[in-house]
Structure formats: C-alpha cells, structure tokens
C-alpha cells in the first residue's frame, strides 16, 4: 500500500471536500487482477488519473455505523427504493490519524436509481462525539442542519459502530464529454467487526477475493458507451456487491445473501468462526 505523507494527505482532504454534495448513477463490477493494467491504460487514455492513482492510490478506511438489527444492512439486502447508511471515512494511513484530523461523517443513501452523499469534514475527535456519544458537536454554523439531521439518526434509530472496510483506491475523473464521470479501481478490500477506532493497529482480514479488484463507475446522468464496451471487452462482472454488507456477512453477523462474493477460503473461515467463536484473522493490512 502506498504511503501518503502528512502533506500529501492533507491535499486529498481538501481535493475530497470538493465533493461535499453530489447525486449519481453507480455501476459496481469485479475485475480480474491480471486485467488491471489493461484497464489502467485505457482509463488512462481518457481520463485524468488523479496523482495518487499514478503513484500506486491511497488509503480509504470507513467505519460504518447500524442498529443492534442492522436496519441499514437489511434495507440493502431486500433492495429498498430509500435507503441509508452511516459512516465515517478517512483518507491517509492509519498510523497519522489523531484527534486533530480531519475526517468526513457522511450519510450516503439511494434513491430509487440514483445515489446521493452528502457529508462534511471535522475533526476525528468531534466525529466520536457526535456518532459514539451522541453529542451534537459545535461547527461551522451552515453545517449544523446536517449535523442535527445525523444525531437524529443515530438516536432515533440507535446506530452503534459495527464494521470496518479498508482499501487502496485508484481514482479517473472524466473530462469534456465525460465531465462528471469518475471511475474508481479499489484493491485489496478489507474489513473487521471490532477494534473501531479507525487508527487502530489491529490486522483487518480479506473480504473480497485476493485476485479481484472492485471497479466503481459513477456518472451524473449516464454511463459512456466506451465504458460499457470496454466492461465486455474485460469480461467485467456487474456486481451488486456492497463493501459494508460483504464485511457483515464476512464476519458471520448476517446470512450470507445472494450478493455475497465468496473469498477463496471464505467457508472455510466461516466454520472456523463458529467453532472458535472469535474471527480468523488473514491478509493483514
């Protein structure tokens, strides 16, 4: 995984606070490993790899928040035309986290067809206060809406951290005709069900199978043809996978549905799981 420094981090937050609000179509697909650099090059070719891309990605590590029933993992799994999930995510490597660093809270929710995330940026401190001890956080004032409208959500519906996912992300952003368009490779996805403070030293385990990239293709209105056409050249499987539900259902804290991407050793894992009582722990970060 790549190393950001302190600076270079830092411009990615503030690149990120660019999408403060935004709607979009989303096609999820799995992509072989040895693909990869085919699609690099053609990506490449089109669109502007963000500097990061081109210097091996960066880190995302979420941390997602759900009721005791896991309200917001079932609204995904029975496909409901509302729904939505609560998260906090930060962009750097884990060992720079502190108190001080700014990370985003976020709702992201589907309407319909269509994908909307809103979120702002605080401290990391300020984020535990308002989604672990349930304390509305004094911010920016034009912020406070958003901030009320969480708290809500995690009193009304009595979310509690419940998982982690990590990666390293690659990011195109499209441009002239493609304005809008932006296409993500994440590689090594990666997750646990305990240890949530997202600069823990704690080892995370694969929940997306080791040769397999997730590619995300996000467009405000539609997808270009050359992306679809490019997809069936690849043999890119569309996918309706879900990187929070693959960690629950990883970890054995829901049934695995339809949806679920077997890792090599996922049954295997599972069984073990349940005679152990604890998760195995593999890949490490």
Request: aromatic content about 10%; some cysteine; glycine content about 6%.
């Amino acid at each position: 995984m790549s190393q950001l420094s302190g600076g270079d981090a830092a411009h990615l937050r503030r690149t990120a606070s660019a999408l403060h609000s935004f709607n979009r179509f989303e096609i999820k697909y799995l992509l072989a490993y040895d693909q990869v650099p085919r699609l690099r090059e053609e990506l490449r070719s089109r669109m502007e790899a963000d500097p990061y891309s081109v210097r091996g990605g960066y880190p995302v590590t979420s941390l997602y928040y759900d009721s005791k029933s896991l309200r917001y993992y079932w609204e995904k799994i029975e496909g409901l035309h509302f729904r939505r999930k609560l998260r906090v995510r930060n962009y750097g490597v884990r060992h720079e986290l502190t108190d001080e660093t700014p990370v985003y809270v976020e709702i992201k929710q589907r309407v319909n067809r269509v994908t909307q995330k809103r979120r702002v940026k605080v401290p990391y401190l300020l984020a535990r206060r308002l989604c672990d001890e349930r304390v509305l956080i004094d911010h920016e004032p034009e912020q406070r809406p958003f901030l009320e409208e969480v708290l809500g959500l995690v009193e009304g519906h009595g979310l509690r951290p419940t998982a982690i996912t990590a990666y390293n992300r690659e990011a195109y952003l499209g441009y002239d005709a493609d304005l809008g368009l932006r296409v993500t490779i994440d590689h090594r996805v990666r997750g646990r069900d305990r240890d949530f403070h997202l600069g823990a030293e704690v080892e995370n385990r694969l929940i997306i199978p080791p040769a397999k990239a997730v590619v995300e293709v996000k467009a405000n209105e539609r997808v270009p043809y050359w992306i679809t056409d490019l997809s069936a050249r690849l043999g890119m499987a569309v996918v309706r996978v879900s990187k929070y539900c693959q960690s629950i259902e990883a970890f054995g804290q829901a049934p695995r549905s339809v949806f679920h991407v077997p890792v090599e050793d996922d049954f295997a894992v599972h069984a073990k799981q349940e005679g152990a009582g604890a998760p195995a722990v593999s890949a490490v970060q």
